[in-house]
């Protein structure tokens, strides 16, 4: 490809000479013959101080925000910024294709994006899906490593999308990609709100900034649908001018709502309230779990698809791997394991066993190491007012000392009468949990959720708990 198709749209500050281009990358170590590098100076490394070395390895040219004194450089206004345009000319611009849907929020993203996926799947739509658990393209999986990829996999996945006949794609747009332009150039048919919390303020380090990445999805939106519920429902989207739709369990004038709502231990049901009236049996238990599918049938709604339909697929849902997912152990207690890593997460999915619970709720929990470190005594204190019996116990520690992480934790447990104990090692905890339960238990192992792997001080291990409680049951 010619290198002025991929700089099609973008600003460029200088004249430059034609080349053509095999690949682009922001990563030095992929950087071939032929290669276009684009120079982008984050937290730790600048890239513009490679810029002669790749031309050097072999690259056709470098994209630059300033001048580097090299014969074959592009020099535009920002590199971050520009870098989505850039591999989206590269693929073809395979968005501009599809029906984007994006979510955004603190909890219930990943879930709520299964969810439409499996209503316009069983209403005959080809749909793919990018998350935190995998990307889809129909039923093919692809590893996620990222919740929103960077852009060149972005694009790549959207490419592939588009050659598999995907008419929708259905994503996790974090804040963090927000923010870093992950998604820049992006024009979404419909973004979704589903709530903000605490959470990711070790990279934000404001609740302003994190707030405003998060509106920054409904700037590129046609319709927005948020939830009324959330004291930042509205404002995430006030004054722009995308369509709002909203959708709320206690408030009666959302556009959709949720009434007569009855838990139960194998999911919820409650009547959608629009200008018709559904009857909605959602097989994933837990209060979030109203929300969540919701959500989702608001969006598919907006979309056209009939209601009954949509309260059809819903009734069919299979939940998500890690989303208060239940691992069969044959015993008389229940072990449910839950990606909940957050104080609001924490909060939600314990409030939600205790509306189901016949005896106690024993919460086996950490925090990681290397983020923010104010979630800590938030998510202990919740987690003891919460539970009947708390094990405290160590998650992705990374580069932190585990022991160091823990007292954190237990200094919001302080005056909370709720009984506790300490066991480092995670797989000790489950194993002493289990061995601990009672008749009618239900433990929650709180934080790892879909993951396979924790990150030690040492480095990374498989530890995948569904593995682990199959192992304890053996022995």
Same mark, same amino acid.
């Given at each position: 490809?010619?290198?002025?198709?991929?700089?099609?749209?973008?600003?460029?500050?200088?004249?430059?000479?034609?080349?053509?281009?095999?690949?682009?990358?922001?990563?030095?170590?992929?950087?071939?013959?032929?290669?276009?590098?684009?120079?982008?100076?984050?937290?730790?490394?600048?890239?513009?101080?490679?810029?002669?070395?790749?031309?050097?390895? /072999? &690259?056709?040219?470098?994209? %630059? #925000?300033?001048? @580097?004194?090299?014969? =074959?450089?592009?020099?535009?206004?920002?590199?971050?910024?520009?870098?989505?345009?850039?591999?989206?000319?590269?693929?073809?611009?395979?968005?501009?294709?599809?029906?984007?849907?994006?979510?955004?929020?603190?909890?219930?993203?990943?879930?709520?994006?299964?969810?439409?996926?499996?209503?316009?799947?069983?209403?005959?739509?080809?749909?793919?899906?990018?998350?935190?658990?995998?990307?889809?393209?129909?039923?093919?999986?692809?590893?996620?490593?990222?919740?929103?990829?960077?852009?060149?996999?972005?694009?790549?996945?959207?490419?592939?999308?588009?050659?598999?006949?995907?008419?929708?794609?259905?994503?996790?747009?974090?804040?963090?990609?927000?923010?870093?332009?992950?998604?820049?150039?992006?024009?979404?048919?419909? /973004? &979704?709100?589903?709530?903000? %919390? #605490?959470?990711? @303020?070790?990279?934000? =380090?404001?609740?302003?900034?994190?707030?405003?990445?998060?509106?920054?999805?409904?700037?590129?939106?046609?319709?927005?649908?948020?939830?009324?519920?959330?004291?930042?429902?509205?404002?995430?989207?006030?004054?722009?001018?995308?369509?709002?739709?909203?959708?709320?369990?206690?408030?009666?004038?959302?556009?959709?709502?949720?009434?007569?709502?009855?838990?139960?231990?194998?999911?919820?049901?409650?009547?959608?309230?629009?200008?018709?009236?559904?009857?909605?049996?959602?097989?994933?238990?837990?209060?979030?779990?109203?929300?969540?599918?919701?959500?989702?049938?608001?969006?598919?709604?907006?979309?056209?698809?009939?209601?009954?339909?949509?309260?059809?697929?819903?009734?069919?849902?299979?939940?998500?791997?890690?989303?208060?997912?239940?691992?069969?152990?044959?015993?008389?207690?229940?072990?449910?394991?839950?990606?909940?890593?957050?104080?609001?997460?924490?909060?939600?999915?314990?409030?939600?066993?205790?509306?189901?619970?016949?005896?106690?709720?024993?919460?086996?929990?950490?925090?990681?190491?290397?983020?923010?470190?104010?979630?800590?005594?938030?998510?202990?204190?919740?987690?003891?007012?919460?539970?009947?019996?708390?094990?405290?116990?160590?998650?992705?520690?990374?580069?932190?000392?585990?022991?160091?992480?823990?007292?954190?934790?237990?200094?919001?447990?302080?005056?909370?009468?709720?009984?506790?104990?300490?066991?480092?090692?995670?797989?000790?905890?489950?194993?002493?949990?289990?061995?601990?339960?009672?008749?009618?238990?239900?433990?929650?192992?709180?934080?790892?959720?879909?993951?396979?792997?924790?990150?030690?001080?040492?480095?990374?291990?498989?530890?995948?708990?569904?593995?682990?409680?199959?192992?304890?049951?053996?022995?």
């Amino acid at each position: 490809m010619k290198l002025s198709e991929i700089l099609k749209g973008i600003e460029v500050l200088n004249s430059y000479e034609e080349a053509e281009i095999l690949d682009v990358t922001q990563d030095s170590r992929l950087v071939k013959e032929g290669s276009l590098f684009v120079c982008v100076k984050g937290n730790t490394f600048d890239g513009h101080s490679l810029a002669k070395e790749m031309l050097e390895k /072999g &690259a056709a040219a470098v994209i %630059t #925000q300033r001048d @580097l004194g090299l014969e =074959k450089q592009v020099i535009v206004s920002d590199t971050r910024q520009i870098f989505s345009s850039v591999c989206a000319n590269f693929f073809g611009n395979p968005a501009d294709k599809l029906k984007l849907i994006g979510l955004t929020g603190t909890n219930g993203k990943t879930t709520t994006t299964f969810l439409i996926k499996q209503i316009l799947e069983q209403t005959g739509k080809k749909v793919g899906l990018i998350g935190t658990v995998q990307n889809m393209i129909g039923n093919e999986v692809f590893p996620a490593k990222y919740t929103t990829p960077d852009p060149y996999e972005l694009q790549s996945l959207f490419k592939k999308m588009v050659e598999a006949g995907c008419e929708y794609c259905v994503m996790e747009v974090s804040s963090q990609a927000l923010a870093q332009g992950r998604v820049n150039g992006l024009h979404f048919l419909i /973004g &979704a709100f589903t709530n903000l %919390t #605490q959470d990711h @303020l070790d990279y934000h =380090k404001t609740w302003d900034n994190y707030f405003n990445s998060k509106r920054i999805l409904f700037e590129n939106s046609d319709i927005a649908v948020t939830n009324s519920d959330d004291e930042n429902g509205f404002k995430i989207v006030d004054n722009l001018s995308c369509k709002v739709l909203t959708y709320g369990v206690n408030a009666d004038n959302a556009d959709y709502c949720a009434k007569n709502v009855r838990f139960k231990a194998d999911g919820v049901e409650y009547e959608l309230v629009a200008d018709f009236i559904g009857r909605v049996s959602c097989p994933i238990p837990g209060r979030f779990s109203v929300y969540n599918s919701l959500c989702a049938a608001s969006i598919a709604i907006a979309l056209g698809i009939d209601y009954k339909a949509v309260i059809s697929a819903i009734s069919k849902s299979n939940g998500v791997k890690g989303r208060i997912e239940v691992v069969p152990t044959d015993t008389d207690y229940t072990v449910i394991i839950d990606y909940a890593h957050s104080p609001d997460g924490l909060e939600n999915i314990i409030r939600s066993l205790r509306e189901i619970a016949k005896n106690r709720v024993v919460t086996v929990f950490g925090c990681g190491g290397d983020r923010d470190k104010t979630k800590r005594p938030k998510m202990g204190r919740i987690a003891a007012e919460l539970s009947d019996f708390c094990v405290v116990t160590s998650d992705n520690p990374r580069s932190e000392n585990p022991t160091a992480i823990i007292e954190d934790i237990l200094a919001g447990m302080q005056n909370i009468s709720t009984p506790f104990t300490v066991v480092e090692s995670r797989r000790d905890a489950i194993r002493w949990a289990m061995e601990h339960a009672q008749k009618d238990d239900i433990i929650l192992l709180a934080g790892k959720g879909h993951e396979t792997y924790q990150i030690l001080p040492t480095g990374t291990i498989h530890f995948d708990e569904r593995e682990v409680i199959a192992e304890i049951l053996e022995k």
